[in-house]
């Protein structure tokens, strides 16, 4: 085998219900079934280039080589797609962000699904969308939604084969847009993996399971009807039941710093005086704040006057994941 290259794009999402815990950790099978808007304008492009000439991987993530854990963790995921292409080989990954990593968005998903469609690539390997989402799941799980884009769900099952991610609607579908409020550059404590690996542990996750399929049919009706106040309300529930998971797992998780309340209760204040916007907070302090794209202006400004927002990055809804 001669080397073989691909590159390709993808973009980060917001999850509107989240993904908290894992029903398989080895799997990446969640523990509920979760839904996300693509984030456009931000973009993870990469290219893998596999050689069986070479003795070992090189990856230069964002101009550096990578660190022995985000190694391990890119070369496991080479190695599922090598083995479904029955090839041995070694890479040379680069792969290079256009948003700062520690701003608050979950750069794994965009990273996992961009490796995920460049890796099958360059292995020959040409797979439908769906499986596509499955193996990008194996990697990070919200890269499953990633390779999508638009407004996308992606299904819990109890083994590999159900559990992908699909489009719910497509991009145009409601012009929203996510401005997400930079509070805080520092890099998390605690990682989404681990903190997965916690969510059992809290006496709350059993409760929040429980009522996952309700949200998930209020975020999928509230999506298909564009109706902003269901989606507002659903979104803002969902985000404080996986907050108040992760604070009262053992040990407790708190992501938030003190401006990120800040800004929830600004954004709360603001929809009762009638403005739409509403929050969401991944796992980390910076907040998501959603509103129509003909308020946006209206929104950044008012952001911008709140203590302690450092920046603001506006996205649009997003393309899928695609070769380049
Ligand atoms: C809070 O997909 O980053 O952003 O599968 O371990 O890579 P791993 O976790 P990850 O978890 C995302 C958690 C979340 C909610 C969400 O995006 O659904």
Redesign the pocket.
């Known amino acids: 085998m001669s080397t073989r290259t691909a590159s390709a794009v993808a973009s980060p999402n917001i999850?509107l219900v989240?993904?908290?815990g894992n029903r398989d950790d080895a799997l990446?099978l969640p523990a509920n079934g979760?839904i996300?808007m693509t984030l456009g304008g931000l973009e993870t492009r990469t290219t893998v280039d596999l050689d069986p000439l070479l003795d070992q991987d090189t990856l230069l993530l964002n101009g550096a080589p990578a660190s022995p854990d985000s190694h391990r963790r890119v070369r496991q995921h080479l190695d599922l797609i090598c083995d479904l292409a029955g090839l041995r080989a070694r890479a040379r990954v680069v792969s290079q962000a256009n948003f700062p990593s520690g701003a608050g968005i979950?750069s794994?998903?965009s990273a996992f699904a961009a490796l995920t469609l460049a890796a099958c690539a360059a292995a020959g390997l040409d797979f439908e969308p769906r499986t596509l989402s499955r193996l990008a799941r194996r990697g990070?799980?919200?890269?499953a939604r990633s390779i999508f884009g638009g407004f996308v769900e992606w299904h819990t099952a109890d083994s590999d084969d159900g559990s992908f991610a699909e489009p719910l609607a497509p991009p145009d579908h409601w012009p929203l847009v996510d401005l997400v409020a930079i509070v805080s550059r520092d890099p998390k404590t605690v990682g989404?993996?681990p903190g997965?690996a916690l969510a059992q542990t809290s006496p709350l996750q059993e409760a929040r399971l429980a009522d996952a399929p309700r949200r998930l049919a209020e975020c999928r009706r509230a999506i298909l009807t564009r109706d902003f106040d269901r989606l507002a309300a659903v979104a803002e529930q969902d985000s404080n039941l996986?907050h108040a998971v992760m604070q009262t797992s053992v040990p407790p998780l708190v992501y938030w710093a003190p401006q990120t309340l800040t800004v929830m209760q600004s954004i709360a204040t603001w929809r009762a005086g009638s403005l739409p916007v509403f929050y969401t907070v991944?796992?980390g302090p910076n907040v998501h704040c959603l509103c129509p794209a003909e308020l946006a202006s209206e929104v950044t400004s008012r952001l911008h006057g709140l203590p302690g927002v450092l920046d603001i990055l506006a996205c649009p809804p997003g393309q899928a994941a695609h070769l380049i």
Do not use: I, L, N, Q
């Open positions: 999850a989240k993904y908290w990446r979760s996300s979950a794994s998903a990070s799980g919200s890269a989404s993996t997965h996986m991944d796992a």
